[in-house]
């Protein structure tokens, strides 16, 4: 089994940053893409920003130019630099882990931390 545990969220301002970081443990030979994924009240859970472990990202449109996604492999860990923060990105961000389990991947998710975002 592999673990993802988030740290950095918080409360802040619009306008303001925030930074997650996410440590994955245990079980983490064969870890593909690591990224950021949010869940507001009453929505669908959405993809914010992923990465692969040859460093391919990929964005939500509403976040591009905003977040930056970043990880160290050596180290097993992923962070979501987000600035210019508006009310809506408002959420519980969970980081998400995909490894590659014989010829089957298995998700994995940390157990969520909130951002909240004043306006």
């Known amino acids: 089994q592999m673990q993802l545990v988030e740290s950095g969220g918080g409360l802040v301002q619009a306008g303001g940053s925030l930074r997650l970081s996410c440590v994955a443990s245990?079980?983490?030979?064969?870890?593909?893409?690591m990224g950021w994924y949010r869940q507001a009240p009453g929505k669908q859970r959405e993809l914010v920003a992923t990465?692969?472990?040859?460093?391919?990202?990929d964005y939500a449109d509403s976040v591009k130019g905003r977040f930056t996604i970043s990880r160290d492999n050596a180290k097993n860990t992923v962070s979501l630099e987000m600035n210019s923060l508006k009310s809506e990105d408002t959420a519980v961000y969970y980081c998400h882990g995909e490894k590659n389990v014989g010829r089957a991947t298995r998700d994995y998710w940390g157990q969520g931390t909130q951002v909240t975002v004043s306006s």
């Open positions: 245990g079980s983490i030979s064969g870890i593909n893409t």
């Open positions: 990465m692969t472990k040859d460093f391919t990202t």
